[in-house]
């Protein structure tokens, strides 16, 4: 089995922060719409977590800009 080159690693780890970005837009479009009381709260919470370490991920691969 070959190991990975670091822009491959990189761009895996994009791909999670992205995949962080769709399910935080996913949770709180549920939390708005179908969900009420304190499951409203901890999915909301979930989505606003997952939204910012989705969003310092990408952040981070954008400034630390190509590999090689």
């Known amino acids: 089995m070959k ?3 670091p822009a491959e ?3 895996i780890i994009s791909f999670v ?3 962080l970005l769709i399910l935080a837009i996913a ?3 549920l939390s708005r719409k179908k969900l009420s ?3 409203r709260l ?3 919470f979930l989505a606003y977590i997952s939204l910012i ?3 310092l991920i990408v952040v981070f691969i954008v400034i630390s800009g190509p590999t090689g």
């Open 27 to 29: 949770l709180i479009t």
């Open 17 to 19: 922060g992205i995949g």
């Open 42 to 44: 901890i999915v909301s």
């Open 9 to 11: 690693v990189k761009e």
């Open 37 to 39: 009381g304190i499951f």
């Open 53 to 55: 370490i989705g969003g």
């Open 3 to 5: 190991s990975l080159t």
